[in-house]
């Protein structure tokens, strides 16, 4: 009992003395390991024109010398052509970008397994 508290201590410990930039390194670890369902629609005006599901992340691009952020994010998500929201034949995972200035855009996480619950 007395070394499951010893360990236990010192986890919380180690996770204080952690920066803030470690913590959300591991929160991100951890996140990608949970995995998440997140769905990225792109609009031209009022009409969605693009959908990417199956996103992990979406992050913010960094400078290579200067580490400052840019003015774009990335990440990996299927491209869903038939914007059906559903991965069909044909649809693979892809990279992608987009501007901070000119995509006009929602990102938002699809929970399945909560959306069947509710069905029933």
């Not at 990225?40 to 952020?69: E, P």
Request: aromatic share 14%.
């Amino acid at each position: 009992m007395k070394l499951k508290f010893f360990f236990l201590s010192l986890g919380i410990i180690g996770l204080v003395g952690c920066t803030q930039e470690t913590q959300n390194s591991l929160s991100r670890s951890l996140q990608n390991w949970t995995g998440t369902n997140g769905v990225l629609d792109i609009y031209a005006g009022d009409k969605l024109v693009h959908k990417f599901i199956h996103i992990d992340k979406i992050s913010t691009a960094k400078g290579t010398s200067d580490g400052d952020a840019r003015p774009y994010r990335y990440g990996y998500g299927i491209d869903d052509l038939n914007l059906n929201g559903k991965k069909d034949l044909g649809e693979e995972k892809v990279y992608f970008e987009f501007s901070d200035y000119s995509t006009s855009y929602i990102f938002y996480e699809r929970n399945s397994k909560k959306k069947a619950k509710e069905k029933k």
